[in-house]
C-alpha cells in the first residue's frame, strides 16, 4: 500500500503552503518560461532522444549532450556510440542503439503522443522517460514521478516509500500529484517543475 491515511491533511497542508511560497517567488517566472519553452517545442524526435538519454542518467549531462549533437537523426550507431562514450554517457552502447530503433518511429511520433503508446513502441522509455518527454513537448497532463519527487513525497508523509515503482504504483502516485496540483492551481508539469525545485534548487527540463 502507497498511500498514508492517518495526519494526511497536516503534511499536504505543509507541502501546499511551500508550493504556494514558490508560486509568489522568483521561481515562478522560470516555470512560465519553461513553460513557454515546452509548448513551443515541435523537435520531437530530438527531445525523445533526450529522454532516452536521462534514463538511469544526470539530467543537466543530457542536456550539454543534446546541445552537443543536436541532430539525432544524421548520426550512425557507431558515430553516436563514440559521441555519447565522449561525453561520459553512462550506457553509451545501448542509449545509441536505442535512439537508432527510435529513428523509425521519427515520423509517427505526432500522431501517436500517448503514453502507451511511447512506452510500448520505443525502447529505453518506461512511464517517467514517456511522461517527461510529453511534459517538454507541451503535454501539461503526465507526472514525471522519479527518486526526487517519491522522496518529497515520502519526506511529508503522503506516501509510503515504494519497494519498486511498478506501472500500478506509478498511477496511484499520478493520482495524487494530481490532487496536489489541483489543490495548488497548478497543472502536473508545472507541479513538476516545483517540486523538483523544491528537491534540487534547479529548474531544468
Excluded at 542503439?97 to 500517448?114: F, M, P, Q, S, W
Excluded at 497532463?141 to 506501472?167: C, G, R, S
Amino acid at each position: 500500500m502507497v498511500f498514508k491515511l492517518y495526519n494526511l491533511s497536516t503534511f499536504m497542508k505543509e507541502l501546499l503552503n511551500s508550493l504556494n511560497k514558490l508560486k509568489k517567488s522568483e521561481v515562478s517566472k522560470l516555470v512560465a518560461q519553461r513553460m513557454k519553452e515546452f509548448k513551443n517545442n515541435d523537435d520531437l524526435f530530438n527531445e525523445i532522444c533526450f529522454c532516452i538519454l536521462t534514463a538511469n542518467f544526470n539530467a543537466e549531462r543530457s542536456i550539454k549532450i543534446q546541445n552537443s549533437i543536436k541532430d539525432f537523426s544524421k548520426l550512425s550507431l557507431e558515430q553516436l556510440t563514440n559521441e555519447l562514450k565522449k561525453h561520459g554517457h553512462r550506457y553509451p552502447n545501448k542509449r545509441a542503439e536505442y535512439i537508432v530503433e527510435a529513428k523509425k518511429h521519427k515520423d509517427e511520433l505526432k500522431n501517436n503522443c500517448t503514453r502507451d503508446w511511447i512506452v510500448d513502441n520505443v525502447k529505453g522509455l518506461g512511464m517517467k522517460e514517456a511522461s517527461h518527454f510529453l511534459r517538454n513537448i507541451g503535454f501539461t497532463n503526465y507526472a514525471i514521478i522519479d527518486f526526487h519527487i517519491v522522496d518529497l513525497l515520502v519526506k511529508h508523509d503522503i506516501i509510503e516509500e515504494p519497494k519498486t515503482l511498478t506501472p500500478k504504483t506509478y498511477l496511484e502516485i499520478e493520482d495524487k500529484l494530481r490532487e496536489i496540483a489541483k489543490k495548488s492551481n497548478l497543472n502536473l508539469a508545472e507541479l513538476d517543475l516545483y517540486l523538483w525545485y523544491m528537491e534540487t534548487g534547479k529548474i531544468l527540463k
